[in-house]
């Protein structure tokens, strides 16, 4: 029987974990771009910043999913450090409701309550249009269950009469500050190996409420709690970017900092934080219900006090993680890593597909300096520079690639979860993208090994010839710097039309050129061999404006050709 009480309180656990997450991607899902607009928009200061934390934390009811489009928003430059960490110290206010909503399900039994609302769930599921309502009416039903179950299974294993439990945690003297460090390690640890501080949490409030552990340890859990959920976000940042893992430092920093400083005052700040629920640590009967309200009043006045220390500090916190996380030394190797992208990392569609477009926009731009670097390569006359910057180019052509696999592989990521049809349509148009601008380096690649077998040659182009390639090169140079425009600026905003209009110039000089080609090799200005070089070049530049055409439309969501 034992075994299977276990049992049950594992599965309630997974059910609970299960059903938070259900519910905080149902709310995103309905939020949609509304977040990233508000996250935008109301941080111009560490207060507005810690505000917009908390309204987003609470709203979506998840601190990774604002900390992860925060650290997005630092990334692509529309965000500074200083704003991110003001609002990640509101988002570790935000996530304390969740404990409240959990102090909820052990004080009132709503499983009896919650199977009339999976039936709504499931009808609003089906439906189209209120799908994302019946996803989060789904979790929350899930999550209200679980705990009803956990509070039942608390009951059924009568820990107030097991004698094992009440001896091994008799054995820790709760006014000792070496058993509350001691358990504030074993917090930290437990988060770390279960990677969910709510379900530790729900453990915390179970043992508290069943009358074996004093509320005291577990205060301590929830210190501990505090800091290893920051450590997985620590872990998770390790092979992201310099900004990333700086924000996640700053995360760890204020976190360790408040328990610090509890830990200084630690009986009278718990006892004060329990007299706002009624309680009275030092007492004998502690009521039940009371006591989860506890374990929530803690972590709520603990991060808004620390929120209030650290909040006049971020300069100071700013500086602390930049002398601390430095960025690396090769920064060459660096600058060929995905920016935005990162491993480990991954949101809700919305989110990451915001990542993904500013990974698209930075390979655009990668794009046309590989088109300047084949502009030089033509005009290179030492033989030593110029295999060196054959070198790079040939480089330039392998991160192409593997930068479409690695965006196209995000991309598969996200479309498995469950999309929107106007999220599918973005999907389709970044693989466009991607396809199109990577089809545009491997144009560059072709007219840098064109111009590698004319230097194998004894003859060269004519002066003439130098002049035309140097005014197509300009038009496409040209058309490349419309379509960074475009990835750059506000779409709404941006003329196709000029890029149409490059594209038809290329065109029409190509055409030009090719005519003129033919005349001039019967004119015996130069060899057919130096002029199928020639056009070569020509006819591959017109062929990259074509593939620049192509990832306009798809940028714009037009129609292909």
Not at 184 to 204: D, E, F, H, R, Y
Not at 243 to 263: K, T
Not at 307 to 328: G, H, N, V
Not at 458 to 475: A, G, S, V
Request: aromatic letters at 10%; charged letters at 20%.
């Amino acid at each position: 029987m034992s075994i299977l009480i276990i049992l049950k309180l594992v599965g309630a656990l997974a059910l609970l974990i299960y059903g938070m997450k259900v519910m905080s991607e149902a709310l995103q899902k309905m939020a949609g771009s509304q977040l990233r607009h508000i996250l935008g928009a109301m941080t111009t200061n560490r207060i507005t910043g810690m505000l917009t934390g908390t309204f987003i934390t609470t709203a979506v009811q998840s601190s990774t999913a604002t900390t992860v489009m925060t650290v997005s928003f630092v990334n692509a430059g529309l965000l500074t450090l200083a704003q991110a960490i003001s609002v990640i110290m509101g988002a570790n206010i935000g996530t304390t409701f969740t404990a409240w909503i959990m102090s909820a399900g052990f004080s009132f039994n709503m499983t009896s309550v919650v199977w009339p609302v999976f039936l709504v769930a499931i009808i609003l599921i089906y439906t189209k249009r209120y799908r994302y309502v019946g996803d989060f009416l789904f979790g929350v039903s899930f999550m209200f269950f679980s705990l009803g179950i956990l509070s039942m299974t608390g009951k059924e294993m009568d820990l107030a009469h097991n004698e094992a439990l009440i001896k091994f945690f008799a054995s820790f003297n709760p006014d000792s500050y070496l058993t509350i460090i001691i358990f504030v390690l074993i917090g930290t640890i437990l988060t770390c190996i279960v990677q969910s501080s709510a379900a530790l949490m729900a453990i915390t409030m179970v043992l508290c409420t069943g009358g074996v552990l004093p509320i005291y340890l577990g205060i301590a859990l929830v210190m501990g709690e505090n800091i290893g959920t920051t450590l997985t976000a620590n872990l998770a940042a390790l092979t992201a970017n310099t900004q990333a893992r700086r924000a996640a430092f700053a995360h760890l920093f204020f976190n360790c900092f408040g328990v610090f400083w509890v830990m200084c005052v630690f009986y009278w700040f718990v006892d004060m934080a329990c007299s706002l629920v009624g309680i009275n640590p030092s007492s004998g009967n502690l009521d039940p219900v009371r006591l989860s309200f506890a374990l929530a009043a803690f972590h709520t006045m603990f991060n808004v006090t620390n929120t209030f220390i650290l909040i006049w500090f971020i300069p100071q916190i700013e500086r602390l993680a930049c002398m601390i996380i430095k960025p690396k030394k090769n920064d060459e190797e660096e600058e060929f890593r995905l920016r935005f992208i990162q491993a480990g990392i991954m949101a809700t569609p919305e989110l990451s597909l915001f990542e993904a477009q500013k990974e698209i926009t930075s390979f655009a731009e990668r794009i046309q300096r590989m088109f300047g670097m084949v502009r030089d390569l033509l005009h290179e006359k030492d033989i030593t520079n110029f295999n060196k910057l054959y070198s790079r180019i040939e480089k330039y052509e392998d991160i192409s690639d593997n930068m479409e696999i690695e965006i196209a592989k995000y991309l598969n990521g996200v479309s498995d979860a469950h999309l929107s049809d106007e999220t599918k349509a973005k999907v389709r148009s970044m693989m466009r993208q991607i396809t199109e601008i990577e089809s545009i380096g491997d144009s560059c690649y072709n007219i840098a090994r064109t111009i590698h077998r004319k230097s194998e040659q004894k003859e060269d182009f004519t002066e003439e010839q130098y002049q035309h390639i140097h005014q197509m090169f300009e038009l496409t140079d040209d058309s490349l710097t419309q379509m960074n425009l475009l990835f750059n600026g506000h779409k709404d905003r941006m003329d196709a039309h000029l890029s149409f209009n490059i594209e038809n110039e290329i065109n029409n000089y190509r055409n030009q050129l090719r005519n003129q080609n033919i005349s001039d090799i019967n004119e015996h200005k130069y060899t057919y061999e130096m002029g199928t070089l020639y056009m070569d070049i020509i006819t591959e530049c017109e062929k990259l404006g074509d593939y620049v055409v192509n990832v306009v439309e798809a940028r714009l969501g037009l129609r292909q050709k």
